[in-house]
């Protein structure tokens, strides 16, 4: 009687953990926590997040401050980065410029994966007609380069940190939103979905309860990349005069403020322009490794 008790502890199936579970967000974490490179963009994401909405308690100098007796004064002890042509603290602008710049990117991303996904899950869902006017209506806004939309829109809208950010939402749409259908189109007659029509399931609660969350694991992908794209699209239209302006310290800004005087003071565009550069290589790295951790063909 013990030895039949053993053996059927011994057959018990194992209890999978989540983080076994391809797809789902504690397997993903686990697959990135292995990539160091992408942990280390991941931990300088973060960290500026932070030292950006920490600003006002750990910035020696208002970032408005003016003081023509520090114009154009090299990093020292006194000040990091140095000022600029109005003897502002560069240091304590590029901190608050962070929340500026990271937040167009993720809010924009935010609104382009919204309405995105509503657009693909119905054109994808219905077809026929629906399908064809809404694609056919994004295709008129895909025909444009991303770019020159926003700068379009951006002309339309007039400039302002709140203007931008629905120009940049408006802009990266068209992307989602196909995404999504292609994600729909590839799961729209799978079985658990033949099942919920049959239970009399109302149509938006397959949509939005069924097919959505099985078809959105591709977007995570695509948000993590548009996140940097947005940002450094935000940064180019604040650099060609369409986006934030002064005294609103974000980076693009901050580089089309200085461009004037790169030859003789360098450190005006260095700062901003790293920090650019820096943000948009984490996110790409963090955006690689989930990727790679969604691919079914990389999976062990």
Same mark, same amino acid.
């Given at each position: 009687?013990?030895?039949?008790?053993?053996?059927?502890?011994?057959?018990?199936?194992?209890?999978?953990?989540?983080?076994?579970?391809?797809?789902?967000?504690?397997?993903?974490?686990?697959?990135?926590?292995?990539?160091?490179?992408?942990?280390?963009?991941?931990?300088?994401?973060?960290?500026?997040?932070?030292?950006?909405? #920490? $600003?006002?308690?750990?910035?020696?100098?208002?970032? *408005?401050? !003016?003081?023509?007796?520090?114009?154009?004064?090299? /990093? %020292?002890?006194?000040?990091?980065?140095?000022?600029?042509?109005?003897?502002?603290?560069?240091?304590?602008?590029?901190?608050?410029?962070?929340?500026?710049?990271?937040?167009?990117?993720?809010?924009?991303?935010?609104?382009?994966?919204?309405?995105?996904?509503?657009?693909?899950?119905?054109?994808?869902?219905?077809?026929?007609?629906v399908?064809?006017?809404?694609?056919?209506?994004?295709?008129?806004?895909?025909?444009?380069?991303g770019?020159?939309?926003?700068?379009? #829109? $951006?002309?339309?809208?007039?400039?302002?940190?709140? *203007?931008? !950010?629905?120009?940049?939402?408006?802009?990266?749409? /068209? %992307?989602?939103?196909?995404?999504?259908?292609?994600?729909?189109?590839?799961?729209?007659?799978?079985?658990?979905?033949?099942?919920?029509?049959?239970?009399?399931?109302?149509?938006?609660?397959?949509?939005?309860?069924?097919?959505?969350p099985?078809?959105?694991?591709?977007?995570?992908?695509?948000?993590?990349?548009?996140?940097?794209?947005?940002?450094?699209?935000?940064?180019?239209?604040?650099?060609?005069?369409?986006?934030?302006?002064?005294?609103?310290?974000?980076?693009?800004?901050?580089?089309?403020?200085?461009?004037t005087?790169?030859?003789?003071?360098?450190?005006?565009?260095?700062?901003?322009?790293?920090?650019?550069m820096?943000t948009?290589?984490?996110?790409?790295?963090?955006?690689?490794?989930?990727?790679?951790a969604l691919?079914?063909?990389?999976?062990d």
């Amino acid at each position: 009687m013990l030895k039949e008790k053993v053996r059927t502890s011994e057959e018990a199936p194992r209890k999978v953990r989540k983080s076994e579970v391809p797809g789902s967000l504690a397997y993903v974490w686990k697959k990135v926590r292995r990539r160091p490179l992408a942990m280390g963009g991941l931990i300088v994401v973060v960290l500026l997040l932070v030292l950006s909405f #920490l $600003s006002p308690l750990i910035c020696k100098y208002d970032y *408005k401050a !003016i003081s023509m007796a520090d114009q154009f004064a090299l /990093p %020292s002890l006194e000040h990091p980065f140095g000022c600029d042509e109005l003897g502002r603290d560069i240091l304590s602008r590029v901190l608050y410029g962070a929340k500026f710049t990271m937040s167009i990117g993720i809010i924009s991303t935010a609104i382009s994966c919204v309405f995105g996904v509503m657009l693909g899950s119905v054109a994808g869902y219905f077809g026929g007609k629906v399908d064809s006017f809404i694609m056919r209506f994004l295709d008129i806004f895909q025909s444009f380069p991303g770019i020159l939309l926003a700068i379009a #829109l $951006s002309s339309v809208l007039g400039p302002g940190f709140e *203007k931008i !950010i629905i120009a940049m939402g408006i802009s990266f749409i /068209p %992307s989602y939103a196909r995404m999504m259908r292609a994600n729909i189109l590839s799961i729209r007659n799978a079985e658990y979905v033949e099942a919920a029509v049959t239970m009399n399931c109302s149509t938006w609660r397959i949509i939005f309860k069924h097919i959505v969350p099985n078809a959105v694991s591709p977007l995570i992908v695509q948000v993590a990349m548009g996140i940097a794209a947005s940002g450094l699209s935000a940064s180019g239209l604040s650099f060609l005069g369409f986006g934030v302006q002064a005294p609103t310290p974000e980076w693009g800004a901050m580089l089309s403020a200085s461009r004037t005087f790169i030859r003789d003071y360098p450190h005006l565009c260095i700062f901003p322009g790293a920090f650019i550069m820096i943000t948009v290589l984490s996110l790409n790295l963090v955006g690689d490794a989930v990727r790679d951790a969604l691919d079914p063909k990389l999976r062990d």
